[in-house]
Nanobody, 113 residues
């Protein structure tokens, strides 16, 4: 069973930082690309950042968000800096595997002005 568990969301003032974590199984880290998406009410889920199986990083939010992983601990991170009110959303961890795409339950990030 593929499970992804996000943590690290919360409420911060604009300009602040948060670091999201996504715990997953070793199988996911060995066989899947992984990434982060976010969604606000009434809008479609949008791509934020991804770490492909070959190590390629893709970022929608350039310069402020950084994706990384701790392979030994099976954790994917999203470091978010200089947060803006428009970054407020539920952030989801995703795994792209040959068996399908999988999602965590999401973690709320709220940035206040």
């Amino acid at each position: 069973q593929v499970q992804l568990q996000e943590s690290g969301g919360g409420s911060v003032p604009a300009g602040g930082s948060l670091k999201l974590s996504c715990a997953a199984s070793r199988w996911i880290f060995d066989n899947c690309g992984m990434g982060w998406y976010r969604q606000t009410p009434g809008k479609e889920r949008e791509f934020v950042s991804a770490l492909d199986g070959d190590g390629t990083r893709r970022n929608f939010v350039k310069g402020r968000f950084t994706i990384s992983q701790d392979y030994a601990k099976n954790v994917l991170f999203l470091q978010m800096k200089t947060l803006k009110t428009e970054d407020t959303a539920v952030y989801y961890c995703a795994a792209y595997c040959t068996t399908g795409n999988y999602w965590g339950q999401g973690t709320q990030v709220t940035v206040s002005s």
